[in-house]
Every structure is written in structure tokens, then in C-alpha cells.
């Protein structure tokens, strides 16, 4: 083999070689990903005071910091201008469980009041989630799931 297809060999396995790390250290850094997302709501019936339950399953490599949950009604503002990470920072937070290899189960739940039900905007309503990983990446599903309150 002549020197000069040698030396083109070697750039060649020099230059894979530094893409291949690159691909792998960036692999880690993915962003927290987000899977069967349900919301059940249940208005008050008689003394029974009602609820919203929301459960997703959040996986990412580097472990799960926070899960943060918003309910909002579709025709809030929201609808129009959008939902940012920024509008999920004071919101509160799911309850999250392992339930697999970097994978937790989170769930929130709130009570629902008569008063808070009857002063609710009637019609369909989603749920938003912000999920950041330990390494500090995030995803934002501004309608992970949805219901309807009658």
C-alpha cells in the first residue's frame, strides 16, 4: 500500500473515530421522553368532592429531576400565545415512582370542589408537562393528554 493511501486511510478512520464520540457523548444528553400520558376527571357528585388525576411515565438516561403539571382550558389564553417552559417553572409537581430502567410513573392528583367546578370554564381542558432530567435537558408537552369538564 503506498504512503499516501495509508496516510488517506488513517484521516479517514481519524475523523469516523472523533464523529463516533461525539455521537456517543451527545447520546446521554437526549431529553426526558414521555409515554402513555392520561387524565381522568371526575366532577363532584353530592357530598363527593371530585378530581383530576394525571399519570405519564417519564424516561431519560441521566434519571428524572422534576415533572411539572398545569391543566388549562383550551380556550384560555394559553390557546393562542402558547405554552412555555417558562409558564411551567411555579406550577406544581407530580409525584414520581421508579417503574423500570430510567423510567419513573408520575402521577398528580387534585381534589376538585364544587365551587372550584362551578366556576370552571365548561368544555374540553389539556394537561401540559414539563419534564427535566438530572442533566438538566427537558421536554415540554403542552397537551400530553386532555378531558372534558360537563
Request: glycine residues 10%; aromatic residues 6%.
Amino acid at each position: 500500500m503506498s504512503r499516501r493511501i495509508a496516510l488517506a486511510v488513517a484521516a479517514g478512520v481519524v475523523v469516523l473515530g472523533g464523529a463516533g464520540a461525539f455521537a456517543l457523548a451527545h447520546a446521554g444528553e437526549q431529553s426526558p421522553t414521555l409515554a402513555h400520558s392520561t387524565a381522568r376527571y371526575a366532577a363532584p357528585d353530592g357530598d363527593r368532592a371530585g378530581s383530576l388525576t394525571f399519570v405519564t411515565d417519564v424516561t431519560a438516561s441521566s434519571g428524572v429531576k422534576s415533572v411539572k403539571v398545569l391543566a388549562w382550558p383550551e380556550n384560555s389564553s394559553f390557546a393562542g400565545k402558547g405554552l412555555t417552559a417558562k409558564d411551567m417553572a411555579d406550577v406544581e409537581s407530580a409525584v414520581c415512582r421508579p417503574s423500570g430502567t430510567h423510567t419513573v410513573r408520575c402521577t398528580y392528583t387534585v381534589p376538585v370542589t364544587r365551587a372550584y367546578a362551578n366556576s370552571s370554564p365548561r368544555g374540553a381542558w389539556h394537561v401540559s408537562v414539563l419534564a427535566t432530567a438530572e442533566d438538566g435537558t427537558s421536554t415540554l408537552d403542552t397537551e400530553a393528554a386532555g378531558f372534558t369538564v360537563r
